[in-house]
């Protein structure tokens, strides 16, 4: 069939004006569908083309999808369609030459791709142009046009084609970033709605719990904020017990066999509940199976939602939600329900930290009580040794600190427990106190008493919260015995008696009842050590009176050959030998000696002898003897040589003395003097590290309080701003709270050495820092004549800065704040004096001004934490001072206080 001839086209001007007007309709195109609107109408029109279509690349980019058609009949079948990117179709091919095809006589096209027609089922157009779109090198589809006639394309027709694809690539470009970044604001708006809500939740929650610190009831309002943000969610919070989740609080639209369910715990291993355990995050499950978690009773619920909360770092709450209505949970739906867990999670967080900063600080506190109540134990040791005295006010310090019940102390003596102190009566009243008693006092067998053989042999004391009756006598006997604590008592290193505390009335034994018990029982110990040294230093010294006094005891006598011609009985015994070992010889060879001339005597005319390390005698009072055995033993001699009348020495008389326990004496008071450093630096440290740590995440608190003030000023409200201000004020206490507990800390920590301050020029100093508010409350100060002291110049100058600046703080309101500061110098320490016509202080308050953190009036009318007169205090003490005060109400104060004098020149 012969070729029809090509249909007339545009002239080259009608072209231009083609891209014209379409270059002004792809500037208002505002999507993909506009854009191949106006690109294939006019290239129809201009070409007189019957057809045309645009294919674009996926988001893979292996497969060509037609996008928009142009002229075809409807429902008629083209040859255009979706299939792989690849060579084998005009398409993949113009794209992969980077470069327009063209196909202008009938067959040209089959002829090029033969199966093209039997692959797409179409019949292939008489003639076709294929023209490949790029945007930045990147490909993004083709322009096809179809001709039922043949066609020549011409030269400004191709200009036109490749103009008009470049166009539409362009313009596709611009569409698609329109739609993405249409879509992505959606997105964005969805996601800030989802926030906002959340943050709504969140706000709701931390403002419905305030400052209230009961786990159960915050677990309640965190339920009752999500019920208001999503009544269509059930809630339940459990708590781990065991093996078991059991719920503490729910919802109010859970049925009783829900409930009753939760109540009785679910299994710790439940697939869900152990998979949000595992992952340690969020868990939602949509098309949520009950009967699979063990509550078949939950089983109209579609989604559920397992959310973990995470308290000091420890698994222990899980907070979950579930919904009937739908199957699958909404975003929003899980944002709003984190935001809520996670206030949950920060109160619940907060009142841990709380509660163990409470135990901390009474844990610091009933240690220093304890260790201040037992320093009565242990002031006046070198009079005081009897232990059962001793003991006995260990038991009285702590039952002091308890309610009532009664103290025992055991000793093993003679195959039984024997009760030798004792602190109370055995019971509430007579009956209970006498059938006891006896028991008591009759002893037990070593195997028998739980309480008593359970920390003798884990050495570990044993708290029994709740007293098992019949474990150590007859459980008739002890019905109103409820706690008992049995801790073993050490003596260089040694158990030698069990203490017990027994309570009437039920008590878990809190960390701060077993630091009290812990330090006394301890301190006890060292005691009992410096007690029995000081009882073994008098018995020596007495021993040594006694030689000293007594031929015969721990005396012996050497001639010239350095032979024993005399040896007391002590002295044999000292040595190992015996009367028998010297039957019958006149001269006893015990002891090697060597003289002041430096003569030795021959070492091999003694036979049996006993040696001194460094072999002279004379120097030395800590020389070594050996025994018999050949055992050394440390010794205390005096050695006295026997001149005859031609001033030659025949001999000495030596008295020596075993002073083995005595050393041991020594090395444990030694020891008992580090323990109680080394407890003193302990505290020390636990209050700088405390102190010091905690300040990081207040610094945290307090930035961020301060960025959000910042970055949403203007669309807070009154009550979130009121809220932010609270912060700030808290954060700011807070941290002169450990700024000042540091500084209490350092007094000990950073000492200087002690060497002579000239107070003259520290008062100065502390004028000059004081001026500020000397000039603020128009204060006159009046400084006596200083004297020069012995001390650490930076801790007198706070000691003397935080006495005035006390004195101006807490002037009188009706009167011109005067202050006086004098000394007076004495023997070896002087005394100073800080005083003022303040508001004074009542007379029962005046030791416990002293003590760190104790405030006698509020923050509203007196600034400051209650610690400056805490470290005036220990600032003296270190010194070697004491600090004490005489106050008037309404009239003043004067603070006196003592430090060393410094030495006078010879």
């Given at each position: 069939?012969?070729?029809?001839?090509?249909?007339?086209?545009?002239?080259?001007?009608?072209?231009?004006?083609?891209?014209?007007?379409?270059?002004?309709?792809?500037?208002?195109?505002?999507?993909?569908?506009?854009?191949?609107?106006?690109?294939?109408?006019?290239?129809?029109?201009?070409?007189?083309?019957?057809?045309?279509?645009?294919?674009?690349?996926?988001?893979?980019?292996?497969?060509?999808?037609?996008?928009?058609?142009?002229?075809?009949?409807?429902?008629?079948?083209?040859?255009?369609?979706?299939?792989?990117?690849?060579?084998?179709?005009?398409?993949?091919?113009?794209?992969?030459?980077?470069?327009?095809?063209?196909?202008?006589?009938?067959?040209?096209?089959?002829?090029?791709?033969?199966?093209?027609?039997?692959?797409?089922?179409?019949?292939?157009?008489?003639?076709?142009?294929?023209?490949?779109?790029?945007?930045?090198?990147?490909?993004?589809?083709?322009?096809?046009?179809?001709?039922?006639?043949?066609?020549?394309?011409?030269?400004?027709?191709?200009?036109?084609?490749?103009?008009?694809?470049?166009?539409?690539?362009?313009?596709?470009?611009?569409?698609?970033?329109?739609?993405?970044?249409?879509?992505?604001?959606?997105?964005?708006?969805?996601?800030?709605?989802?926030?906002?809500?959340?943050?709504?939740?969140?706000?709701?929650?931390?403002?419905?719990?305030?400052?209230?610190?009961?786990?159960?009831?915050?677990?309640?309002?965190?339920?009752?904020?999500?019920?208001?943000?999503?009544?269509?969610?059930?809630?339940?919070?459990?708590?781990?017990?065991?093996?078991?989740?059991?719920?503490?609080?729910?919802?109010?639209?859970?049925?009783?066999?829900?409930?009753?369910?939760?109540?009785?715990?679910?299994?710790?291993d439940a697939p869900n509940y152990a998979e949000a355990a595992r992952?340690?995050?969020?868990?939602?499950?949509?098309?949520?199976?009950?009967?699979?978690?063990?509550?078949?009773?939950?089983?109209?619920?579609?989604?559920?939602?397992?959310?973990?909360?995470?308290?000091?770092?420890?698994?222990?709450?899980?907070?979950?939600?579930?919904?009937?209505?739908?199957?699958?949970?909404?975003?929003?739906?899980?944002?709003?329900?984190?935001?809520?867990?996670?206030?949950?999670?920060?109160?619940?967080?907060?009142?841990?930290?709380?509660?163990?900063?409470?135990?901390?600080?009474?844990?610091?506190?009933?240690?220093?009580?304890?260790?201040?109540?037992?320093?009565?134990?242990?002031?006046?040791?070198?009079?005081?040794?009897?232990?059962?005295?001793?003991?006995?006010?260990?038991?009285?310090?702590?039952?002091?600190?308890?309610?009532?019940?009664?103290?025992?102390?055991?000793?093993?003596?003679?195959?039984?427990?024997?009760?030798?102190?004792?602190?109370?009566?055995?019971?509430?009243?007579?009956?209970?106190?006498?059938?006891?008693?006896?028991?008591?006092?009759?002893?037990?067998?070593?195997?028998?008493?739980?309480?008593?053989?359970?920390?003798?042999?884990?050495?570990?004391?044993?708290?029994?919260?709740?007293?098992?009756?019949?474990?150590?006598?007859?459980?008739?006997?002890?019905?109103?015995?409820?706690?008992?604590?049995?801790?073993?008592?050490?003596?260089?290193?040694?158990?030698?008696?069990?203490?017990?505390?027994?309570?009437?009335?039920?008590?878990?034994?809190?960390?701060?009842?077993?630091?009290?018990?812990?330090?006394?029982?301890?301190?006890?110990?060292?005691?009992?050590?410096?007690?029995?040294?000081?009882?073994?230093?008098?018995?020596?010294?007495?021993?040594?009176?006694?030689?000293?006094?007594?031929?015969?005891?721990?005396?012996?006598?050497?001639?010239?050959?350095?032979?024993?011609?005399?040896?007391?009985?002590?002295?044999?015994?000292?040595?190992?030998?015996?009367?028998?070992?010297?039957?019958?010889?006149?001269?006893?060879?015990?002891?090697?000696?060597?003289?002041?001339?430096?003569?030795?005597?021959?070492?091999?005319?003694?036979?049996?002898?006993?040696?001194?390390?460094?072999?002279?005698?004379?120097?030395?009072?800590?020389?070594?003897?050996?025994?018999?055995?050949?055992?050394?033993?440390?010794?205390?001699?005096?050695?006295?040589?026997?001149?005859?009348?031609?001033?030659?020495?025949?001999?000495?008389?030596?008295?020596?003395?075993?002073?083995?326990?005595?050393?041991?004496?020594?090395?444990?008071?030694?020891?008992?003097?580090?323990?109680?450093?080394?407890?003193?630096?302990?505290?020390?440290?636990?209050?700088?590290?405390?102190?010091?740590?905690?300040?990081?995440?207040?610094?945290?608190?307090?930035?961020?309080?301060?960025?959000?003030?910042?970055?949403?000023?203007?669309?807070?409200?009154?009550?979130?701003?009121?809220?932010?201000?609270?912060?700030?004020?808290?954060?700011?206490?807070?941290?002169?709270?450990?700024?000042?507990?540091?500084?209490?800390?350092?007094?000990?920590?950073?000492?200087?050495?002690?060497?002579?301050?000239?107070?003259?020029?520290?008062?100065?100093q502390v004028v000059q820092d004081l001026d500020a508010q000397i000039?603020?409350?128009?204060?006159?100060?009046?400084?006596?004549?200083?004297?020069?002291?012995?001390?650490?110049?930076?801790?007198?100058?706070?000691?003397?800065?935080?006495?005035?600046?006390?004195?101006?703080?807490?002037?009188?309101?009706?009167?011109?704040?005067?202050?006086?500061?004098?000394?007076?110098?004495?023997?070896?320490?002087?005394?100073?004096?800080?005083?003022?016509?303040?508001?004074?202080?009542?007379?029962?308050?005046?030791?416990?001004?002293?003590?760190?953190?104790?405030?006698?009036?509020?923050?509203?009318?007196?600034?400051?934490?209650?610690?400056?007169?805490?470290?005036?205090?220990?600032?003296?003490?270190?010194?070697?001072?004491?600090?004490?005060?005489?106050s008037t109400p309404e009239v003043g104060t004067t603070f006196y206080?003592?430090?060393?004098?410094?030495?006078?020149?010879?």
């Amino acid at each position: 069939m012969p070729e029809q001839p090509a249909a007339a086209t545009a002239s080259p001007s009608a072209l231009a004006e083609y891209l014209q007007d379409v270059t002004e309709a792809l500037a208002a195109a505002t999507t993909p569908a506009d854009v191949f609107r106006v690109v294939l109408e006019p290239a129809l029109q201009a070409l007189n083309a019957v057809a045309g279509a645009v294919l674009l690349v996926n988001r893979a980019g292996d497969r060509l999808e037609i996008a928009a058609t142009q002229g075809h009949e409807k429902d008629a079948q083209t040859i255009w369609q979706d299939g792989p990117l690849d060579g084998n179709v005009p398409a993949g091919d113009a794209l992969k030459r980077h470069e327009p095809l063209f196909f202008e006589h009938q067959g040209d096209l089959t002829g090029a791709y033969p199966e093209l027609e039997e692959r797409t089922g179409a019949i292939a157009p008489v003639a076709n142009a294929v023209l490949p779109m790029f945007l930045d090198e990147a490909a993004l589809g083709t322009v096809v046009l179809d001709f039922k006639a043949p066609h020549h394309f011409t030269a400004a027709e191709i200009r036109f084609l490749r103009t008009l694809a470049g166009q539409c690539a362009l313009a596709l470009g611009r569409a698609q970033l329109t739609t993405d970044l249409q879509r992505r604001v959606q997105e964005r708006t969805q996601q800030l709605e989802e926030q906002r809500a959340a943050l709504d939740a969140f706000v709701a929650y931390k403002t419905a719990v305030g400052s209230e610190s009961d786990a159960l009831t915050l677990a309640c309002q965190a339920v009752q904020v999500v019920r208001a943000s999503l009544p269509h969610v059930s809630v339940a919070y459990y708590e781990l017990d065991g093996d078991l989740w059991t719920a503490r609080a729910w919802s109010d639209d859970l049925s009783p066999e829900i409930i009753a369910q939760i109540t009785a715990g679910v299994p710790r291993d439940a697939p869900n509940y152990a998979e949000a355990a595992r992952l340690q995050a969020p868990h939602f499950v949509d098309g949520w199976n009950a009967k699979a978690e063990s509550l078949s009773s939950a089983t109209a619920y579609g989604a559920a939602g397992f959310l973990p909360l995470f308290i000091g770092g420890e698994l222990r709450v899980l907070f979950t939600v579930g919904t009937r209505q739908a199957r699958a949970w909404q975003e929003r739906e899980k944002a709003l329900v984190q935001a809520v867990v996670r206030g949950l999670e920060l109160t619940l967080e907060r009142t841990e930290i709380t509660r163990r900063l409470k135990e901390q600080n009474a844990e610091l506190d009933a240690r220093a009580r304890a260790l201040e109540g037992f320093a009565d134990l242990t002031r006046d040791l070198s009079v005081e040794v009897d232990e059962p005295t001793l003991v006995g006010r260990a038991q009285e310090l702590v039952m002091s600190l308890l309610t009532p019940g009664y103290a025992l102390y055991y000793e093993r003596r003679s195959g039984l427990w024997r009760n030798t102190v004792q602190t109370g009566e055995l019971g509430r009243t007579p009956a209970e106190a006498g059938a006891l008693q006896a028991v008591v006092d009759a002893g037990f067998p070593y195997d028998g008493p739980r309480s008593l053989v359970v920390p003798w042999t884990t050495r570990q004391p044993f708290y029994q919260d709740e007293y098992l009756r019949g474990g150590d006598t007859d459980a008739a006997l002890v019905q109103h015995v409820s706690t008992v604590a049995s801790l073993p008592v050490f003596v260089n290193g040694a158990i030698v008696g069990i203490i017990c505390f027994v309570l009437f009335d039920a008590r878990t034994w809190t960390g701060t009842d077993k630091a009290v018990m812990v330090t006394v029982v301890r301190s006890l110990g060292l005691a009992l050590e410096r007690a029995r040294g000081m009882a073994e230093l008098t018995r020596m010294s007495r021993f040594n009176e006694l030689v000293l006094s007594s031929i015969g005891e721990g005396l012996t006598t050497i001639d010239k050959q350095g032979r024993s011609t005399l040896a007391n009985p002590a002295a044999l015994k000292m040595l190992g030998y015996t009367k028998a070992d010297f039957l019958g010889r006149p001269q006893h060879p015990l002891i090697h000696h060597s003289y002041p001339d430096g003569s030795p005597f021959p070492m091999e005319a003694c036979g049996i002898y006993a040696g001194f390390t460094g072999g002279q005698m004379h120097r030395a009072n800590d020389e070594v003897f050996w025994r018999k055995d050949g055992s050394p033993f440390p010794v205390e001699y005096t050695s006295t040589p026997i001149v005859n009348e031609a001033g030659e020495i025949e001999g000495s008389v030596l008295v020596f003395r075993d002073i083995t326990e005595r050393q041991q004496a020594v090395e444990t008071l030694k020891q008992a003097n580090e323990d109680l450093r080394r407890s003193n630096a302990e505290l020390e440290q636990f209050a700088y590290v405390a102190s010091h740590d905690l300040q990081e995440p207040l610094r945290t608190v307090t930035s961020f309080s301060q960025l959000l003030a910042l970055r949403y000023a203007g669309q807070i409200d009154e009550k979130g701003q009121n809220y932010i201000q609270f912060i700030s004020e808290g954060t700011e206490r807070m941290a002169q709270l450990l700024q000042d507990l540091l500084a209490f800390s350092r007094v000990a920590s950073e000492a200087g050495a002690h060497q002579p301050v000239d107070m003259r020029g520290t008062l100065a100093q502390v004028v000059q820092d004081l001026d500020a508010q000397i000039e603020r409350t128009g204060a006159q100060l009046e400084v006596g004549e200083m004297p020069v002291v012995r001390g650490d110049a930076s801790q007198l100058r706070q000691l003397f800065q935080n006495l005035i600046a006390n004195a101006l703080k807490f002037s009188h309101p009706e009167r011109t704040p005067v202050v006086r500061v004098e000394a007076r110098q004495g023997d070896n320490m002087v005394q100073f004096s800080v005083q003022d016509n303040g508001i004074g202080i009542e007379s029962e308050y005046f030791e416990r001004i002293f003590t760190i953190f104790q405030r006698l009036h509020t923050r509203q009318r007196y600034e400051g934490s209650g610690i400056g007169l805490s470290i005036v205090r220990k600032i003296v003490e270190r010194h070697g001072g004491q600090v004490w005060l005489e106050s008037t109400p309404e009239v003043g104060t004067t603070f006196y206080f003592t430090l060393p004098a410094a030495q006078r020149s010879a």
